[in-house]
């Protein structure tokens, strides 16, 4: 079974984490790239941002780090991960809160499928198959050898089944007494759209930003991002890790204008 080690990040900090690996290219794809800060999205001193599939909390100390007085609302329903979260949050003195559950367009309950080797491609919609072929790509154009990826693929994606809860995104913003979204972060491997549907409509006008992680699943739910954004108010803009390219993984970017 895959435990909490500690890792120290290449700007000094220690960090709870399973994967050292994953956690480095969280690091690099999150800090150092500044991934979700592209096309005029910024984090202002005093934002609240809330951070949907936060994993251990990578992109919750980067909000942290980025202005003074950052307040997190941070979502991430996998035990472990979790309870590495809850602890990277406090221990770095983050001003948040970690919520254990996943969000969708109503309450209940759900099965997650969790890849403890690759625990950022767990989802509500795993398929074994289809995000072996993701990694797989990712590791060709990132410059592998083809035996190389097999080796690294191989047994990779082996999955276990994790109970979660759901709450939507209205609940949780009214529970934690979230006025102003200044940023909302969205990286939940293929449930985006379900996301999106647990916002009120009276809430909408309170979010400013928006970075997703976008699956185009069926070649429409990008566009249908988009579209629903821009109707919305927002400036939208997608592109593509170049590393990804082959996948249907896309980067959704909106600002309110």
Not at 46 to 65: E, R, Y
Not at 177 to 185: H, I, S, T, Y
Request: charge should be negative.
């Amino acid at each position: 079974m895959t435990a909490l080690t500690r890792m120290r990040l290449p700007n000094g900090t220690a960090v709870l984490q399973l994967n050292p690996a994953e956690t480095g290219l969280q690091y690099r794809d999150i800090v150092a790239t500044r991934a979700y800060l592209q096309y005029g999205l910024t984090v202002e001193p005093g934002d609240t941002v809330v951070d949907v599939g936060a994993n251990v909390g990578i992109s919750s100390l980067f909000f942290h780090w980025e202005a003074p007085g950052v307040r997190v609302v941070a979502v991430e329903p996998v035990p472990l991960l979790h309870e590495a979260l809850e602890a990277n949050l406090r221990e770095h003195g983050v001003d948040g809160v970690a919520l254990r559950c996943g969000l969708a367009s109503e309450p209940g309950t759900a099965e997650l499928t969790y890849y403890p080797e690759v625990t950022v491609m767990t989802s509500l919609y795993g398929d074994p198959e289809h995000d072996a072929a993701v990694t797989r790509a990712f590791l060709h154009n990132s410059g592998f050898a083809p035996a190389d990826v097999d080796d690294f693929v191989a047994d990779r994606h082996a999955a276990e089944t994790v109970d979660c809860e759901l709450r939507t995104l209205s609940d949780v913003l009214a529970d934690e007494g979230v006025g102003e979204v200044g940023l909302l972060k969205v990286n939940v491997e293929k449930a985006e759209r379900d996301v999106l549907a647990g916002v009120a409509e009276e809430d909408w006008p309170r979010i400013r930003q928006l970075t997703m992680q976008v699956h185009d699943l069926d070649a429409g739910h990008v566009a249908a991002v988009r579209d629903e954004l821009a109707g919305r108010g927002y400036d939208v803009a997608v592109d593509q890790d170049p590393l990804l390219a082959g996948t249907d993984i896309h980067d959704v970017f909106a600002v309110r204008r």
